[in-house]
């Protein structure tokens, strides 16, 4: 079982920037792909970023391409979503999830692990 805490969302100004932690407990985290997803009111869950077990391969949705950076610490068995020039509509809840897979994914449902999320809120 593979268990997951987020932790560094908050309120920030818009153009302003937070830094998501995804601390990782249990089954070996350094061979599974790890993504963040994003759920705000009324909205459906969506894909924000991905990367491969080994960090060589990274997948950004185009809203977040090029302000958010993926990465991961396979020694410490972390994962951070660093978050630049946030936008009113990047409001959501963040969610960290892995997955049993070997190859990177974008697809929610092939996420088998789940944080609890952690409310960003960007103000204009």
């Known amino acids: 079982q593979v268990q997951l805490v987020e932790s560094g969302g908050g309120s920030v100004q818009a153009g302003g920037s937070l830094r998501l932690s995804c601390a990782t407990s249990?089954?070996?985290?350094?061979?599974?792909?790890m993504g963040w997803f994003r759920q705000a009111p009324g909205k459906e869950r969506e894909f924000v970023a991905a990367?491969?077990?080994?960090?060589?391969?990274?997948y950004y949705a185009g809203s977040v391409k090029g302000r958010f950076t993926i990465s991961r610490d396979n020694a410490k068995n972390t994962v951070a979503l660093q978050m630049n020039s946030l936008k009113p509509e990047d409001t959501a809840v963040y969610y960290c999830?892995?997955?049993?897979?070997?190859?990177?994914?974008?697809?929610?449902?092939?996420?088998?692990?789940w944080g609890q999320g952690t409310q960003v809120t960007v103000s204009s």
């Open positions: 999830a892995a997955a049993r897979r070997i190859t990177i994914t974008t697809a929610a449902d092939s996420y088998d692990y």
């Open positions: 990367m491969s077990w080994n960090g060589r391969s990274t």
């Open positions: 249990g089954r070996t985290f350094s061979s599974y792909p």
